[in-house]
């Protein structure tokens, strides 16, 4: 039987549409059912193999690929999903679902389960997994949009004030197009439009914009060129830094006392999780006795035997 490469009919887009079902061969009308003798309802989950006696359903099949699935369509029922995926796909998991169950009843007839390999790495699997689990119910429901929020209110009530700026730029390769382009914005050309045809940078796609940024965030000839300006105005002469040669617009100045909430969101969590993490770690630490023992110093070497030198060979002549 042939075989498909299953993670890459998965990814290509090999699904139907969600909502499309698949065309199932063309039957012979079933008589319709009776009022005493009513249609048995499906079976949500039925039986597609036996094992040695053991049964593979649908929903172990599905199972199998639900990490190649698109996220779209990790929660459509098992029975759906079925119609949805193409044939070979199909048999692939199903024939993968059977191979696997076939090694395990193998596994169990060879006692593997009782080899002392066996035995250590289930003993680390379930230690990992007892340890995350601890984590995971300790850390995440502390974790709220509530928390995060105050949590950045402090911060930022405990951050200085720093002034940002929002500038634009056009970035060109010599001085001499940069005097150009400043005497074209004197005269009346849009900033934005000469960005987008003259700048190299790929700020220059959105007209040169840069967003707001901090003095520290530049470099220093930039930032002192930008931060010398006040919104509206245009830098009277090029400047140049190590990428080029730069015509600069401020189109704003604030104060702040760093990102807002939206902004910062993502950074926030992760610096929680890890405090968090390390918070119920020493937690943990702290409720258990600890006894820390010395290794035993490793025995000295002796030196092997001495091996002789056999003398050089006696030169040709």
């Not at 063309?26 to 009022?35: E, I, S």
């Not at 005493?36 to 929903?59: F, K």
């Not at 056009?170 to 005097?179: G, K, M, P, T, Y």
């Amino acid at each position: 039987m042939a075989r498909f490469p299953l993670a890459a009919l998965l990814l290509a887009g090999t699904f139907l549409a969600p909502g499309v079902h698949a065309q199932a061969p063309a039957r012979p009308p079933a008589a319709p059912p009776t009022a005493a003798t009513p249609a048995p309802a499906a079976d949500p989950n039925p039986v597609l193999a036996r094992v040695d006696g053991q049964e593979i359903r649908l929903e172990e099949v599905i199972a199998a690929a639900a990490e190649a699935m698109p996220a779209e369509l990790r929660n459509v029922p098992p029975q759906v999903l079925r119609t949805m995926l193409p044939p070979e796909v199909f048999n692939q998991l199903l024939d993968r679902a059977i191979s696997d169950r076939a090694m395990v009843i193998a596994a169990r007839r060879a006692n593997v389960q009782d080899d002392p390999e066996f035995r250590a790495r289930m003993r680390a699997f379930e230690e990992n997994a007892l340890r995350d689990t601890l984590l995971r119910r300790e850390v995440l429901p502390r974790l709220t949009d509530e928390a995060l929020r105050a949590r950045h209110a402090r911060d930022q009530a405990a951050a200085p004030e720093q002034e940002e700026v929002r500038a634009r730029h056009i970035l060109v390769a010599n001085e001499a197009d940069a005097r150009a382009i400043i005497t074209q914005i004197q005269g009346g050309a849009n900033f934005e439009e000469v960005a987008r045809s003259r700048s190299t940078d790929p700020a220059g796609r959105n007209g040169g914009d840069l967003g707001f940024f901090a003095r520290g965030d530049m470099v220093p000839e930039f930032a002192n060129a930008a931060f010398a300006l006040q919104p509206g105005q245009l830098s009277p002469n090029p400047v140049r830094t190590q990428f080029g040669w730069h015509v600069i617009r401020v189109e704003e100045r604030r104060t702040t006392r760093g990102p807002a909430f939206e902004e910062a969101r993502d950074t926030l969590r992760q610096r929680m999780i890890e405090e968090e993490v390390n918070a119920v770690i020493e937690r943990v630490r702290a409720a258990t006795t600890i006894e820390r023992v010395e290794a035993p110093a490793a025995p000295a070497t002796p030196p092997g035997p001495i091996q002789a030198v056999p003398p050089p060979p006696p030169a040709r002549r």
